[in-house]
Structures are given as C-alpha cells and as structure tokens.
C-alpha cells in the first residue's frame, strides 16, 4: 500500500490538496500515482496567475512509462509553481508529498473540497485499482 498522509484530499486521478491556513492550496501527485508512473524525467507546470477549473488539464509528467496530464482538483487562480521540478522532475519519486508540490492555487469555491476524497475514501479507490 502506497503512503498515504491523513490531512490531505485526493482526486480519482491522484491528485492530492492541502489547503493552507491562508486559504490557498498546494496540489501534487500521489504516493501511488509516482509509483505507477516509474522514473519522472520531464514535468511541464502551468503559468501562474492562470485561472483553472476544477478538472482542467494543467500539468504534464512524463516517466520512463508514459506521459500523464495532471488535472486541477480545484478551481482558482494559480499563485506561484515549484520551478525545482523543471530541474529535478525526479524529487517527485523522492518526495511526492513534501518537496515536491506542483503549484499553489487560490481557491475560489471551498464548497469544491468536499467533492474530494478523504484518507479512508482514497485508501479504499487506491486498493481497487
């Protein structure tokens, strides 16, 4: 079973969110999604300042495997991006829940998080697959 922190939300496609105490959001990949994906070798991240919706295409990985979209869990502005990636795309294998954060968005319907899975509710998707 994959690491799985018990304070984030998950979308069906791996994607995790932490909101902040400022009211904005860091959105990664998974544990289980980096595992299923291999060696992370490019990873191209949005623009900030973009507007997104939520399930929009924002982001591309691509592995020794394959190549997959990241989508936004959440619609809101996209604050700032974790440029380190650009260099290092492979700290997503290492690190996919602390230093390895995709971008920050400023959330503009918090009623948005509660369409996404809790621990219990991800766990449970993740063993399925």
Same mark, same amino acid.
């Given at each position: 079973?994959?690491?799985?922190?018990?304070?984030?939300?998950?979308?069906?496609? =791996?994607?995790?969110?932490r909101?902040?105490?400022?009211?904005s @959001?860091?959105?990664?990949?998974?544990? =289980?999604?980096?595992? @299923?994906?291999?060696?992370?070798?490019?990873?191209?991240?949005p623009?900030?300042?973009?507007i997104v919706?939520?399930?929009?295409?924002?982001?591309?990985?691509?592995?020794?495997k394959a190549?997959?979209?990241?989508?936004?869990p959440?619609?809101?502005?996209i604050?700032?991006?974790?440029?380190?990636?650009?260099?290092a795309?492979?700290?997503?294998?290492?690190?996919?829940?602390?230093?390895?954060?995709?971008?920050?968005?400023?959330?503009?319907?918090?009623?948005?998080?509660?369409?996404?899975?809790d621990?219990?509710?991800?766990s449970?998707?993740?063993?399925g697959?």
């Open positions: 079973m994959s690491n799985i922190p018990e304070d984030l939300k998950f979308t069906p496609t =791996h994607e995790w969110v909101i902040g105490e400022d009211g @959001a860091t959105i990664g990949i998974s544990d =289980h999604a980096q595992d @299923a994906l291999g060696d992370i070798v490019f990873i191209e991240l623009e900030p300042g973009i919706t939520a399930k929009q295409e924002v982001a591309v990985v691509e592995s020794v190549a997959s979209d990241i989508y936004s959440i619609t809101g502005e604050l700032e991006i974790n440029e380190d990636l650009i260099d795309p492979e700290t997503v294998n290492a690190s996919p829940y602390e230093n390895a954060w995709f971008f920050k968005i400023r959330i503009a319907n918090i009623v948005e998080i509660e369409d996404l899975m621990f219990d509710a991800y449970e998707h993740c063993s697959e």
